[in-house]
């Protein structure tokens, strides 16, 4: 047989504001998709200045040989 239900069974989610758990996975795929394509962009933007080449770049393992300057003796001014 079916049982019926007198009225509507209320549940109360933890919230923070207007934020709450549902709300935030819901979110978390868009916001990775996001986080990636701005950290690309800073490193599109950035890679022609040194101070970020010394600092971030050269030390990425397989990938850090691209941005480590080493000229020949016969390029360099005396």
Do not use: C
Request: glycine share 10%; hydrophobic share 40%; aromatic share 18%.
């Amino acid at each position: 047989m079916v049982s019926y239900v007198r009225g509507p069974a209320y549940k109360a989610l933890s919230h923070f504001g207007k934020l709450n758990p549902p709300l935030v996975r819901a979110y978390i795929p868009d916001l990775i998709f996001w986080g990636g394509a701005a950290a690309g962009g800073i490193a599109a933007f950035t890679e022609g200045w040194p101070l970020f080449q010394q600092t971030f770049y050269d030390k990425i393992p397989y990938f850090g040989q691209h941005w480590i300057n080493n000229p020949d003796p016969e390029d360099v001014p005396v």
